[in-house]
């Protein structure tokens, strides 16, 4: 499983790259990265046919922590995913905005 840094992961969003929540329902609703995906830990081992394969999926959580199990669950699946060291904290560190409310 490979970590990136907040840095990486705003590149790759800028560029279009998807990224995968997996911090629980009211967490995501209080606020996330704009266009992320809502799957919670431990759904992502069921719910991996959502995941297209192909590009590298960012999943991001609160601090890093439970995104890097969610990589570890996609990589597992053969996906090719990475985890946010730091997470939504370190976005909006970094002075980006998050997207509250549920995905349209």
Known sequence: MHEVDIAALIRAWESGAPVLDVR????YI???VSGARSIPLPEPS??????????????????????KRGAEILEAAGRSAVSVAGG?????????????GPTP
């Not at 629980?24 to 967490?27: G, L, M």
């Not at 939504?88 to 509250?100: F, H, K, L």
């Open 24 to 27: 629980e329902d009211y967490e």
């Open 46 to 67: 069921a719910r991996v046919g959502e995941v297209q394969p192909g590009d590298t999926v960012y999943v991001i959580c609160a601090s890093g922590n439970r995104s």
């Open 88 to 100: 939504t904290r370190a976005w909006i560190s970094a002075g980006r905005e998050v997207r509250r």
């Open 30 to 32: 209080e606020g996330h």
